[in-house]
């Protein structure tokens, strides 16, 4: 890796990395605005920050840490917010290794809990580290259909409308799926929404524009994937194994 990755707490950040992480942000989204920006990652625990050699900004990615109701039990979810890594690097593996070995950290922290992922998209490229990651995730265009003769211990569908009526609210139109954009909101700038016809030949690609038509307006996919070491992709798992395991930086990863 020509980058590295360390994992701070969101309050333990400096002045300068905040001020870099957005103007990251807004060299790669556009109507993105400072007070927004700060109020968002002021509600994220911990941020994930890329550097290259020089302790250059390279990426972040924020996160967070929620409890949501799923009928009558209680879930444990991984929120995934602001996410970008410079295009320059886009193939550099250091800041999904650093995510995953939060990831699994948290997996191991709580072992009797059942624990999910919670990403939104706004481009297929982000939607794309789904079936990279992880063997079961919601939606997909191969999703089997369920049957009362083929139960499951969850319905991914089911947890996924109660964790994201739980973090978005009435922002989130559950026959959809999605969150919707508005004015207000930040979007991909219109040369990294593009998608060339012959990345439509991949079906996870072609699935999510078929779900989010409207991405480049900055509505957003919900996706859900369970986090257990089960679940992860073993091309995951030799990613992850590009790094060390993340530390706990702030007390333990409690919700």
């Known amino acids: 890796m020509r980058l590295h990755a360390e994992l701070l707490p969101v309050h333990a950040l400096a002045p300068g990395d905040r001020a870099a992480m957005f103007d990251l942000m807004r060299s790669h989204f556009a109507n993105v605005r400072r007070e927004r920006f700060d109020a968002d990652l002021d509600d994220k625990r911990w941020a994930i920050l890329v550097f290259d050699a020089a302790r250059r900004l390279c990426g972040f990615s924020t996160q967070t840490l929620f409890e949501a109701a799923v009928d009558d039990r209680c879930v444990l979810v991984l929120f995934s917010g602001d996410t970008v890594v410079e295009r320059r690097h886009w193939g550099d593996p250091a800041l999904t290794a650093a995510w995953g070995s939060f990831a699994l950290s948290l997996v191991d922290e709580h072992p009797d809990q059942e624990l999910y992922w919670l990403l939104i998209s706004k481009g ?10 992880f063997r079961e995730f919601h939606p997909r265009y191969d999703e089997p259909m369920r ?6 211990t969850h319905d991914l569908r089911r947890v996924l409308d109660c964790v994201a009526a739980r973090r978005f609210g009435a922002a989130y139109a559950a026959a959809a799926g999605l969150i919707r954009g508005d004015a207000a909101k930040d979007r991909l700038r219109p040369e990294l929404a593009d998608i060339r016809p012959g990345r439509l030949a991949d079906p996870h690609v072609r699935f999510f524009v078929e779900r989010n ?5 900055g509505d957003e996919l919900c996706c859900l994937a369970p986090l257990s070491r089960e679940n992860f992709t073993d091309a995951a798992m030799r990613v992850i194994a590009l790094r060390e395991p993340a530390a706990c930086l702030d007390g333990g990863f409690r919700p």
């Open 124 to 133: 297929f490229r982000t939607y794309r580290y789904l079936p990279l990651f």
């Open 147 to 152: 049957t009362p003769s083929t139960p499951r």
């Open 213 to 217: 038509p409207h991405y480049a307006e």
